[in-house]
T-cell receptor, first 115, second 109 residues
Framework: DTGVSQNPRHKITKRGQNVTFRCDPI?????LYWYRQTLGQGPEFLTY????????KSRLLSDRFSAERPKGSFSTLEIQRTEQGDSAMYLC?????????????FGAGSRLTVL | LAKTTQPISMDSYEGQEVNITCSHN???????ITWYQQFPSQGPRFIIQ???TKVTNEVASLFIPADRKSSTLSLPRVSLSDTAVYYC??????????FGKGTRLHILP
């Protein structure tokens, strides 16, 4: 297992365009999380899934943001009509649900720059 | 979720032991204390987790007093590569995990 994989690692787009990020979690992990991080700040929680069910969404996740995990494996985070304020690092993490320590394994992130 | 307070930044020198203290006065009975480390341009990495007393692994030690209102992450004999941001989090095992701003640790030669 290669850990949590995120693609693309970097994305530069123009304001108003749509972007999509993909996250492939650790295969046996059924929880998947999305965070956003801007310079100098800690990661901000966006949403998380248990299998294919989206259990919670942050108020930060405006109508322009949508996340899916259709088969309970990989997940996508789409941002429609991007704004300059969406520029950030988008982090994905996964964990096994219940049982032992709820420890997240993070990917390296997808950095978005909106011009 | 219990709120945590930790220093914004700390400096230390190579070879020293570094202790980062986190306050969590409103910790609940079922809450665990977890520390993460984050290097620039990488996602956070789990370091250590504990409930009470002392926990030690190959990376760090975590000291938790009896009242559990604070915790101290101890990094033995730090090196330049320990320069990173360290996050203290408190919550139940199955909670969503909320990060604060963390402590920026800068190790000097």
């Amino acid at each position: 297992d290669t850990g949590v994989s995120q693609n693309p690692r970097h994305k530069i787009t123009k304001r108003g365009q749509n972007v999509t990020f993909r996250c492939d979690p650790i295969s046996e992990h059924n929880r998947l999380y999305w965070y956003r991080q801007t310079l100098g700040q800690g990661p901000e929680f966006l949403t998380y899934f248990q299998n294919e069910a989206q259990l919670e969404k942050s108020r930060l996740l405006s109508d322009r943001f949508s996340a899916e995990r259709p088969k309970g494996s990989f997940s996508t985070l789409e941002i429609q009509r991007t704004e300059q304020g969406d520029s950030a690092m988008y982090l994905c993490a996964s964990s096994p649900a219940g049982g032992g320590a709820n420890v997240l394994t993070f990917g390296a992130g997808s950095r978005l720059t909106v011009l | 979720l219990a709120k945590t307070t930790q220093p914004i930044s700390m400096d230390s020198y190579e070879g020293q032991e570094v202790n980062i203290t986190c306050s969590h006065n409103n910790i609940a009975t079922n809450d665990y204390i977890t520390w993460y480390q984050q290097f620039p341009s990488q996602g956070p990495r789990f370091i250590i987790q504990g409930y009470k007393t002392k926990v030690t692994n190959e990376v760090a030690s975590l000291f938790i007093p009896a009242d559990r209102k604070s915790s101290t992450l101890s990094l033995p004999r730090v090196s330049l590569s320990d320069t990173a941001v360290y996050y203290c989090l408190v919550g139940e095992r199955d909670d969503k995990i909320i990060f604060g701003k963390g402590t920026r640790l800068h190790i000097l030669p």
